[in-house]
């Protein structure tokens, strides 16, 4: 069984920053593309950031220049560094694991960024 367990969301100032974490387990953690997603109240979900299984990494342009994405395999978790928050990175954060027709989702983390 696959699952994917987020965890480091909260409440935060504007300026701030969060490290969002994601574990996986039931699947070959090293040869799935990793990504973070969001979703504010009334919006479509959207890609955040992307790790490839070869640790290519691309970043929404929101997020550019203040967020980072990692991963470590020997741990089965990737991350997210988020720096300088904004009260517009307020939303649901998803994990998301990638791979040919395998695509799983973790159950989301809130993060809030208070003005």
């Known amino acids: 069984q696959v699952q994917l367990v987020e965890s480091g969301g909260g409440l935060v100032q504007a300026g701030g920053s969060l490290r969002l974490s994601c574990a996986a387990s039931g699947i070959i953690f090293g040869i799935h593309d990793m990504g973070w997603f969001r979703q504010a109240p009334g919006k479509q979900r959207e890609l955040v950031a992307r790790i490839t299984r070869g640790d290519i990494t691309n970043y929404a342009d929101s997020v550019k220049g203040r967020f980072t994405i990692s991963r470590d395999n020997a741990k089965n978790t990737v991350y997210l560094q988020m720096n300088n928050l904004k009260p517009e990175d307020t939303a649901v954060y998803y994990c998301?694991?990638?791979?040919?027709?395998?695509?799983?989702w973790g159950q989301g983390t809130q993060v809030t960024v208070s003005s």
């Open positions: 998301n694991a990638f791979r040919g027709y395998n695509n799983y």
